[in-house]
């Protein structure tokens, strides 16, 4: 018995001398007490428990060259996991990290970064010694491969992955890292989930800045009338997460510090996207309906004035936008005290509700408004969260390169003359659009005519017109006859092709159509009550 309490004891001593070589602060009193305890006891178990050493990272190495020089490329660096427990496991984490590096834009005309690994592959010799030119080829499984084509053959081939800050082909904003589709937070980490705060602050929570919201109504009586401007508001400098949002038939514009329109202004409607306004980007949406938007980011360099173009009741304007406290105290005085909005998953355009300096809003009612084909050649912009169906009436501006053709008229014939009381009480009732409009310029286009014209006055219209517009004929026959700087009574419809690819109004050679006279204005004035105005449509 006595040599079996010996031998325990000296199995201890030797324990905790090892333990005292690997960690000298171990000798506190009570780690000591403690080794005492299992000396005295004999429990393996609490010696064990008091030789656990946890693993741990070593600091972060310094950051390598960036893979590109401009266009966003990656920075990558590494750290080591230092081993004190070889039973304790891997430290928790990636030994890399990376970041985005040298994201100023390249120069016009440089080669694509996915081409450029694709060419360095030209004449170097692959199978059987063959030697081949390469180009990008966008059909691969995984964006993060580098796929390219081979240049006159009917192949292509995978050469591993593409370098590190390649643009993700399926995903804006990602970037191959790794050989993964990345997204960098605003901490410029790829992968990070730091997210900029309404403020402006890199993983904040709307604790340095203020929230102002408000709706603008126009009650009518400082309405400048058919397609006038009335200011909505003023959204002083310094504004970050700007959003304004309308549901009506009339159209937004902007204009920047100095008073100049920069959107959607002069009569003539913008084409949706990405403006430079007020030192920031201003990205512009239009739907094929009513919705439109402004959305900025900020923080603006200059006052921003938004305006609209009222062609309708307007039935109400939502602005929101955040300022710092003393901006917001200089604009909108002192406010309640609030407390800050600690949200980690919070959007900028979609704010919470807690204490707010929000003034209080108004049920919008939705109503309809057909996308315009503008002057500046717009498209129908889709609403991002729905599908819409076909836009209105087309405006197309892509003629700058075009010459227009030389007029044959060929076998046309007698244009049929539509006039009298019955023709135009007929067409008045039945067709989509009447109105009054003088024509600016016809031209020929293949074995169609178009015109663009300028709308004076409406009488009649089942869909939506605007300011200036383009009619079609189908034909080169000049029927009905429209003189370029001359005003006319029109009578038209609207004409949708079966893909729903073209949307126009049609002037077709029965159209009523007559010069302009005060007489035929007032023998049209009483048709409005005769067929009953009905109101505008999509």
């Not at 390249?106 to 360095?120: H, M």
């Not at 989930?193 to 602050?201: G, L």
């Not at 009339?250 to 510090?257: D, E, S, V």
Request: proline fraction near 5%; charged fraction near 20%; hydrophobic fraction near 30%.
């Amino acid at each position: 018995m006595q040599k079996s309490n010996n031998r325990k004891l000296s199995l201890c001593q030797t324990l905790i001398f090892i333990a005292v070589l690997l960690c000298p602060g171990c000798l506190s009193s009570n780690h000591f007490q403690s080794s005492r305890k299992a000396e005295v006891g004999g429990e393996g178990t609490q010696m064990q428990s008091q030789l656990h050493f946890i693993n741990e990272w070593a600091s972060w190495g310094g950051w390598s060259v960036c893979s590109r020089s401009c266009g966003g490329g990656a920075s990558v660096r590494t750290r080591t996991c230092i081993t004190r427990n070889l039973v304790g496991g891997p430290c928790p984490g990636d030994t890399r990290q990376y970041k985005i590096c040298n994201t100023k834009e390249c120069a016009i005309g440089s080669v694509d970064f996915r081409e450029l690994q694709c060419k360095a592959f030209n004449d170097r010799p692959l199978v059987a010694g063959n030697r081949y030119h390469w180009m990008t080829f966008h059909g691969g499984s995984d964006p993060c491969e580098l796929s390219c084509l081979a240049i006159g053959h009917n192949f292509y081939y995978n050469f591993g992955r593409v370098l590190d800050g390649t643009p993700c082909q399926s995903d804006q904003g990602t970037a191959c890292v790794n050989g993964k589709c990345l997204k960098p937070g605003c901490d410029l980490i790829f992968g990070s989930q730091q997210r900029e705060d309404a403020c402006m602050v890199c993983g904040g929570h709307n604790s340095t800045c203020l929230h102002h919201r408000n709706v603008y109504q126009s009650n009518g009586q400082n309405n400048a009338g058919l397609f006038g401007y009335n200011e909505v508001t003023m959204i002083p400098a310094g504004a970050t997460h700007i959003r304004v949002t309308d549901n009506s038939r009339n159209y937004l514009a902007l204009q920047n510090g100095r008073s100049q329109f920069v959107i959607n202004g002069n009569w003539k409607i913008s084409v949706p996207g990405e403006y430079s306004v007020a030192g920031t980007k201003l990205l512009y949406r239009r739907s094929a309906d009513t919705w439109e938007s402004f959305e900025v980011p900020g923080p603006t360099q200059e006052d921003v004035h938004i305006m609209v173009l009222s062609t309708d009741k307007n039935s109400g304007i939502e602005y929101e936008y955040w300022l710092p406290p003393d901006r917001y105290a200089l604009y909108h005085g002192r406010s309640q005290l609030r407390q800050p909005q600690h949200t980690d998953n919070y959007l900028p355009f979609e704010p919470p509700t807690i204490s707010t300096t929000t003034t209080t809003t108004t049920t919008l009612q939705p109503a309809v408004k057909p996308p315009f084909w503008g002057p500046a050649g717009s498209w129908p912009f889709q609403h991002p969260y729905q599908q819409q169906p076909v836009s209105r009436l087309e405006r197309e501006e892509n003629r700058r390169n075009r010459l227009p053709e030389i007029h044959r008229k060929g076998h046309c014939g007698k244009c049929r003359r539509v006039r009298g009381k019955g023709e135009r009480q007929r067409q008045y009732c039945q067709k989509d659009f009447v109105f009054r409009a003088k024509v600016l310029e016809k031209v020929y286009y293949g074995q169609e005519t178009r015109y663009d014209i300028q709308i004076i006055h409406t009488y009649r219209n089942r869909y939506r017109m605007e300011h200036r517009e383009f009619l079609w004929a189908p034909n080169k026959c000049d029927c009905p006859f429209l003189e370029v700087g001359h005003q006319y009574i029109l009578m038209l419809r609207r004409h949708i092709n079966y893909e729903h690819t073209l949307n126009r109004i049609l002037l077709e050679e029965d159209s009523y159509a007559q010069p302009y006279r005060a007489r035929e204005d007032s023998l049209l004035r009483p048709l409005e009550e005769l067929c009953g105005n009905r109101g505008i449509r999509t």
